[in-house]
């Protein structure tokens, strides 16, 4: 079965360094989301993404965040300077056109030192 | 601003016995509402999704139901097994937006032997 694929599954970086999340969506995807996950709190949605441009964003994601579809199967998400408060479990989920479900990435457990 | 709620926060029952997870919602102008699983470490796996004009979705042992206009779903889990030891979460997504689901806080479960 087609799964969301993630890596690297856990990143450490200093703060104030920049990191990019990687996400491989389900191949016939073309609706991508961020979602962030603090220990020990909810799950919180990040972004949106469809052709090409961000259709929805939170107020959690400020100009620190970006994505971008580099290519035909990778969707990334890059956080330009880290902050501590940063260190959470990143989420990417993608669904198909005409359906609901969002389907998950294992996730990247980012941790900001 | 929707908010999601989820009693209760942890809950142990031995194999064997049925058990209902309960989510409430403050908004009720929901599209659907999704059921998801979350093992230790892992991404978020889609249980059962059921869309606002709908008011029950089943697969296999587990059953969720929906009521709107209180604002309410739960899920039910029969005869209940060690394997479905998780942290089950409940989603919506509002009308209004395209993709933003908000996730309630989780129901730690475990089931024991």
């Known amino acids: 079965e087609p799964e969301v694929t993630q890596t690297p599954s856990h990143q450490v970086t200093q703060m104030g360094q920049e990191v990019i999340l990687r996400c491989v969506p389900i191949s016939n995807h073309l609706y991508f989301y961020w979602y962030r996950q603090i220990l020990g709190q909810k799950v919180e949605f990040l972004v949106s993404?469809?052709?090409?441009?961000?259709?929805?964003k939170s107020e959690i994601f400020d100009d620190q965040f970006s994505v971008e579809r580099p290519d035909g199967s990778n969707f990334t998400l890059k956080i330009r300077s880290t902050k501590l408060e940063d260190s959470a479990m990143y989420f990417c989920?993608?669904?198909?056109?005409?359906?609901?479900?969002?389907?998950f990435g294992p996730g990247t457990r980012l941790t900001v030192l | 601003k929707q908010e999601v709620t989820q009693i209760p926060a942890a809950l142990s029952v031995p194999e064997g016995e049925n058990l209902v997870l309960n989510c409430s919602f403050t908004d009720s102008a929901i599209y659907n509402l999704q059921w998801f699983r979350q093992d230790p470490g892992k991404g978020l796996t889609s249980l059962l999704l059921?869309?606002?004009?709908?008011r029950e979705q089943t697969s296999g042992r587990l059953n969720a139901s929906l009521d709107k206009s209180s604002g309410r779903s739960t899920l039910y889990i029969a005869a209940s097994q060690p394997g479905d030891s998780a942290t089950y979460l409940c989603?919506?997504?509002?009308?209004?937006?395209?993709?933003?689901?908000?996730f309630g806080t989780g129901t730690r479960l475990q089931v024991t032997l």
């Open positions: 059921i869309q606002s004009s709908q």
């Open positions: 989920a993608s669904k198909y056109t005409g359906a609901d479900t969002q389907y």
């Open positions: 989603a919506v997504l509002n009308t209004g937006t395209a993709s933003k689901l908000t």
């Open positions: 993404f469809y052709n090409n441009e961000i259709s929805e």
